[in-house]
């Protein structure tokens, strides 16, 4: 009879620390749960440079004439103060067009047909590729800097990553290069409604942490 006692007794003391333990588990959960996220860094980029070099991919979509148009590949990207080189290459690593922007004048070569030269960029990147390429906004935005619609300076920070430019361009900085300090962009989104042939244009630019 004792031993049917102690048996007996020794179920009811299990099952409380079962239920403990469910309790406990719960709380630890819910803790986890309500446990806040990290804040986003509120550090800003670096000061702008003039000189810049770096590589990346590219993704652009378009409307031009009604019709949705999309390319994909890679770039190479090289500034000084005074002029601008580009290299654009399809996902097979072939060249489509090497450009050059200088003050004077945008000159574009796709290595097929003689260079075609005009006075802007935007002009001769409509014309020989069938998008605008916005150079002078890039030379600011792939390094966290832009001039918003207000005409005050603007310096990305993880924490603040999206501004509209003086020129119409909505710019978000969706991802940053891991570990750098100050915070360096690595994928930016750019779009702009022109009202004109070529509509709803998105650019899509990841760039090869350094």
Not at 90 to 110: K, Y
Not at 130 to 157: C, E, T
Request: hydrophobic share 40%.
């Amino acid at each position: 009879m004792s031993s049917t006692r102690i048996g007996l007794c020794a179920i009811p003391a299990a099952r409380a620390a079962l239920a403990a333990c469910a309790a406990a588990s719960i709380l630890a959960l819910a803790g986890c749960a309500s446990t806040p996220r990290e804040p986003l860094s509120a550090a800003h980029v670096a000061p702008y440079r003039a000189a810049l070099e770096l590589q990346g991919r590219l993704s652009v979509n378009y409307t031009r004439d009604g019709s949705s148009q999309s390319l994909n590949g890679s770039f190479e990207w090289r500034q000084t103060t005074t002029r601008t080189d580009i290299t654009l290459s399809n996902p097979l690593g072939q060249t489509i067009a090497v450009i050059a922007v200088t003050p004077e004048a945008a000159t574009l070569s796709d290595g097929k047909n003689p260079p075609r030269t005009a006075p802007t960029i935007d002009q001769l990147s409509r014309e020989a590729l069938g998008w605008p390429l916005p150079v002078a906004g890039l030379r600011d935005w792939l390094q966290g800097h832009a001039i918003g619609a207000d005409g005050k300076p603007f310096a990305a920070s993880p924490a603040v990553n999206t501004v509209k430019t003086r020129d119409g361009w909505q710019l978000s900085y969706v991802t940053w290069q891991e570990g750098s300090m100050p915070p360096k962009p690595l994928r930016i989104d750019a779009e702009r409604r022109t009202g004109e042939t070529i509509d709803d244009i998105s650019i899509r630019i990841v760039i090869r942490p350094e």
